[in-house]
């Protein structure tokens, strides 16, 4: 794992602390916000796996989906958390009323805790993939 790797997933475990403190002072909208950052950072921090890097939250669910979701290296239903919490933050942040419920930021907390630990277990076992030494047969001796 890279320290740009660990860097957004430090930062996608603050934002769900985050979350978790919003949650419980009953600011649900501002919650639901900090729970879609989390799963953002870990998308980030996978898509840099394959040198990939974007300056735009759409870009950034696209190209999870297209290289983790699609080819299912990732389950799909991580590609639909990141979609369905970018559309509950835009609502919760633009959305003059509040619009996020207590069910709402459970779900979302949940959903990045989920996020993160996948993210977190991917990138370990890839890095213990390619740090395995390649096997290839011996050759036997000549006499």
Do not use: W
């Not at 979302?108 to 993210?119: M, P, S, V």
């Not at 977190?120 to 213990?128: K, W």
């Amino acid at each position: 794992m890279t320290e740009d790797q660990a860097a957004l997933l430090a930062k996608a475990r603050d934002s769900i602390r985050g979350a978790e403190l919003l949650a419980r002072d009953g600011l649900y909208d501002f919650a639901v916000s900090r729970a879609y950052y989390a799963m953002l950072y870990a998308a980030e921090a996978l898509l840099l796996e394959q040198g990939l890097r974007f300056s735009s939250h759409g870009a950034v669910i696209a190209a999870f989906g297209q290289r983790f979701a699609k080819p299912e290296i990732i389950a799909r239903k991580f590609h639909h958390y990141l979609i369905d919490a970018q559309d509950s933050r835009v609502q919760g942040d633009y959305d003059i009323r509040s619009t996020q419920t207590a069910d709402d930021a459970a779900l979302a907390i949940n959903r990045a805790h989920e996020f993160i630990k996948c993210a977190e277990d991917f990138l370990i076992a890839h890095e213990l993939t390619a740090a395995k030494p390649s096997r290839r047969p011996r050759r036997k001796p000549r006499a």
